[in-house]
């Protein structure tokens, strides 16, 4: 029997280190040991636009909670922008 082949892909995440929020991919999840010049770790992100609109417009926003809210708020701003003439 033919071993299936799993195909391995970065996703984004976002890291906080000193207030500052950076976005970066990675193929495996990120530990203290793997990334350690981050203090915290915000991930994985199923797109890059989430990812990068809670490294842009994350901190102190109540409403960009999680992950799950960053892409639906970068989903809807995106939406917004294109309606826009």
Request: with cysteine.
């Amino acid at each position: 029997m033919a071993k299936r082949r799993i195909r391995e892909y970065s996703r984004p995440y976002v890291g906080i280190q000193n207030g500052v929020r950076t976005v970066f991919r990675s193929v495996k999840t990120p530990t203290p040991h793997t990334h350690s010049q981050f203090t915290a770790v915000v991930g994985p992100f199923h797109t890059m636009r989430g990812a990068q609109f809670l490294a842009s417009q994350g901190g102190n926003n109540p409403h960009c909670t999680g992950v799950r809210a960053a892409e639906k708020l970068a989903k809807a701003a995106e939406d917004y922008w294109k309606s826009q003439p």
